[in-house]
Every structure is written in C-alpha cells, then in structure tokens.
C-alpha cells in the first residue's frame, strides 16, 4: 500500500513538474551490441533561466524512482563548462569505467556512454537530475528499454551415454537473437531447440540420439552471424553372447585355480610349523641332555687303570 501511495505521488508530481517546465525526454528503446558500446539519449529542460550553479547526472537501472544507481557525478559551471569533469562517483568499482558521461550537462545533454556491452546489461534504464536544491529534481517516468544483441558463440559440444546405454550428442550456444541450432550427423539433419523460460534467455540446446561414430558437427546462427563446431567420436561394438561366455568362463576357472592356490599355500604353511614344533621338543629331552653330557669310559682306559694297580701293589710286596 505504500508503495503504490509514494508512485502515485510520483506520478502527481511529475505531471505537475511538465507543467512548470520540468521534463526528460528520452528514447523508448536502444539497441546494442555484445562487446560493443552504445549510447542511451536523455535531454532535460527546466524552468530556472540562465542557471549556472551545479547539476548533478544520475542514472538508475530497472526501477523508476528505486532502481540501482549505476552512474552519478556532479558538475559546476564555474569549473565544468562542458561536463568533461562530470566522473562517475557511484556503482561498483569495477563497473565504474563503463559507464560515462557522452553529453554536456550544460547543453541540457545527459546522455549516457556504456562501453563494453555484456547480456546482462539487458534492462531499462532512467535518467534524472538535480540542481542545487535537492527539491529542484526531476527523473524521467518512461526510461528507456536497452536491448542487447549477440551472434552465436557455441560454449558446449560433447558425446555423453547414459545408464541404458544410449549415446547422444548435445550442441548448447548462446546469442540474441536465440540462434537455430543444428546437429549435423553424416549428411543427415537432426535438429531440437529447446529454449528457457527466462525472460533474458539467450541460451539454446541441441541433442540427437547418435548410432553409429563419426563426426558430427553443430551449426548454429542469427541475424547477427553463424558458428561452426565439429566433434568426432566411437561408439564401441556390441560383444557378442559366445565372448560373453567365453569371458565369463575364463573369470570362474580363475577365481576357482585362485581359491585352490591359497588353499595350497595354508597347508604347506601348516606343515612348516608343526614340523618346527617336533624339532623344538626333540632338542629339550632330559636324556639326551644327560647322555652328552657324561661321556662313559672305554675298555682300554679301564685295562691301563687295572694294569697301573698291579704293578703298584707288586711293589709294595
């Protein structure tokens, strides 16, 4: 509700303000050209005589009274007398130098300068001024309807399958007009646009179902110009059931020799330990720890000892 009061107040004064002699006069719609720049016109009047105080320039993008500011500076006759000091003061720092004064306040010109036109610059734009009183201001209702215009730039081109196994080829480019995109497969035309319900779309997309290899090429165009790009492709052969077979018998025989092998390898590793096992008891008999270590006397070590006595005993005698 109160924003329907303020623009029907709007609306009150503006209509009051032509009839004391404020008015701006601007066109209804502009055309340009991506990368380019283009001028929007915008001519004041106002009741004030002879004025040589200071004028400030302010264009507004989208909405009238509330729209964003994207371009405002200030000018004073005394040291401006034609504008060329008039810079942008407002906006984003990096939009700042695109956008410039091409008019002289002076002369009643507020004419606008954009340099390097982009699609989102598509928009209606108003243009307003204010004299040294902040009351002495007037913007223009009507604004002015900036239309961007592209030639075909193709940004995707590729070959994709999905999960049922169908190819396709998808061509997308961009362009304003929308362009026409064709899909061109070995002589034969395919072709689908399918467009976005934005209402600054400037993107299109072409698909077609592909069934062999080769090449295949996108082809798309405006009034503005035409582009060309080419991708080639295989699509692999269909296996047939018997290698299919085949291929699915020779994974069983190997899964089976795997299993096999690793049953080998735990018995062969089974036997290594029991055998080291047995070693290690043999090594720790009582028995045979004893037996080496007492080594018993042999017949002729017990002869010489009897014989040794018997000559000591027919000595004594």
């Avoid at 720092?93 to 982009?118: C, F, H, K, V």
């Avoid at 399958?161 to 362009?175: F, L, N, P, T």
């Avoid at 929308?178 to 899909?183: G, K, M, Y």
């Avoid at 080769?214 to 080419?230: A, F, L, P, S």
């Amino acid at each position: 509700m109160k924003r329907f009061l303020f623009l029907l107040w709007c609306f009150v004064f503006l209509q009051a303000a032509k009839a004391n002699g404020w008015s701006v006069e601007t066109s209804e719609n502009v055309f340009g050209y991506l990368g380019k720049k283009v001028t929007l016109p915008c001519t004041i009047k106002h009741p004030i005589s002879n004025y040589k105080d200071s004028i400030t320039v302010i264009w507004k993008k989208e909405l009238f009274m509330e729209g964003l500011i994207i371009f405002q500076c200030l000018t004073t006759y005394s040291t401006d007398t034609n504008g060329s000091h008039c810079v942008n003061q407002a906006g984003d720092t990096q939009e700042i130098g695109r956008y410039m004064l091409a008019g002289n306040p002076w002369q009643n010109d507020l004419s606008l300068l954009i340099n390097n036109l982009t699609y989102n610059d598509r928009s209606k734009y108003f243009c307003r001024f204010q004299l040294t009183r902040k009351e002495d201001a007037f913007e223009g209702k009507t604004g002015t309807e900036l239309l961007i215009k592209g030639p075909p730039s193709i940004n995707h081109l590729s070959a994709s399958v999905d999960r049922s196994g169908v190819y396709s080829v998808v061509c997308k480019a961009e362009g304003l007009p929308l362009p026409n995109i064709t899909l061109v497969e070995h002589g034969n035309m395919n072709s689908s646009l399918t467009r976005n319900n934005q209402s600054a779309i400037k993107m299109g997309e072409a698909r077609i179902t592909a069934v062999r290899s080769g090449t295949y090429t996108c082809v798309t165009m405006n009034e503005i110009g035409k582009e060309e790009r080419t991708i080639q492709f295989c699509i692999p052969a269909p296996e047939s059931k018997s290698s299919a077979a085949e291929r699915g018998n020779l994974n069983t025989i190997t899964i089976v020799c795997i299993v096999i092998s690793g049953v080998l390898f735990g018995i062969i590793i089974l036997l290594g330990i029991l055998l080291i096992k047995k070693n290690q008891a043999k090594n720790l008999n009582p028995e045979r720890l004893i037996f080496s270590k007492t080594k018993p006397a042999s017949k002729f070590e017990e002869s010489d000892a009897d014989q040794i006595y018997v000559n000591v005993s027919q000595m004594a005698m």
